[in-house]
């Protein structure tokens, strides 16, 4: 899809992925819905990109959060790109995380996806091409120790992608997945970041994957797993999972002992 002039509401844009992405499309000439729970950051933007940017401040873990996002597409006279890039992880063992930690992430990661397309969906009917692309995870083909709701809500994610690629197949919406990678975010907490390093995990700059997904747009790719070995390991998981299971094995003190240290970190 050529970006020059094109709509595109983007979800979680006042996080690091979606700033990065916000502000390479609005490099790039597309007018922007950028929709995010930090007020002050989508004020940021706002200011940088005043021709090209409006905002709109929405908790989309709430139905009024996601209702105020489908409104504002409407007010906007409609959209020909749908980025939902909002998201939510919690590291730690399942039985250190509470209820709440992990309705929150099934909120956000996967029911505000699929109640929001819902909504979206009769306005990009209406456009002669529409795109609609999904932020997913690595995590969403590897099921990671530590990261079990988080997994569950990306493999989660990744399914309502594929079965609606195929649903909308003979429309003019066109469905997207991309998995990142780690990345450095301030999503992932201290001792993500320090596990990363023990275990040797790259991470890939914010703007790198903000850059793959402009680029996914352009080629409108259905799906696109990012960086190396993850992409082999996620083809190898559907194949060859006990081979994986092993190889998770080896890393799950390694886990354990950053989980542990990060349960005393939100304690504290």
């Known amino acids: 899809m050529e970006l020059n002039g094109t709509r595109v509401l983007v979800t979680g844009a006042s996080g690091g992925i979606g700033q990065a992405l916000v502000e390479q499309l609005c490099a790039a000439g597309a007018r922007v819905l950028a929709v995010g729970r930090d007020a002050d950051r989508l004020a940021d933007a706002q200011e940088r990109f005043p021709q090209a940017l409006r905002r709109v401040v929405a908790d989309l873990a709430t139905i009024a959060g996601v209702d105020a996002v489908a409104a504002a597409a409407r007010e906007l006279g409609g959209v020909d790109c749908v980025v ?5 992880n919690r590291f730690g063992l399942v ?3 509470d209820d709440d930690a992990i309705a929150t992430q099934v909120a956000l990661n996967l029911v505000a996806p699929m109640l929001l397309t819902r909504r979206l969906l009769p306005l990009l009917r209406e456009r002669p091409r529409a795109l ?11 099921g990671y120790p530590g990261f079990a709701p988080y997994s569950a809500t990306k493999f989660g994610l990744r399914g309502f992608a594929e079965a ?20 450095r975010t301030a999503m992932n907490a201290s001792a993500v970041v320090a596990m990363n390093r023990a275990l040797g995990v790259a991470m890939d700059p914010p703007q790198q994957v903000a850059a793959a997904i402009v680029q996914a ?44 240290s990060e349960s005393e ?4």
């Open 265 to 268: 970190e939100i304690r504290s």
């Open 84 to 88: 939902q890039a909002a998201g939510l």
């Open 132 to 142: 609609l692309l999904f932020v997913g995870s690595t995590f969403g083909a590897i």
């Open 217 to 260: 747009l352009r080629d409108e790719s259905p799906e696109r797993h990012l960086g190396w070995p993850e992409k082999f390991f996620a083809r190898l998981n559907r194949l060859l999972p006990r081979v994986v299971d092993r190889a998770l094995r080896g890393q799950l003190a390694t886990i354990r002992r950053f989980a542990h």
């Open 95 to 97: 039985e250190q995380q």
């Open 164 to 183: 609606l690629r195929r649903e909308l197949a003979d429309g003019p919406v066109r469905v997207l997945y991309l998995a990142p990678r780690a990345t």
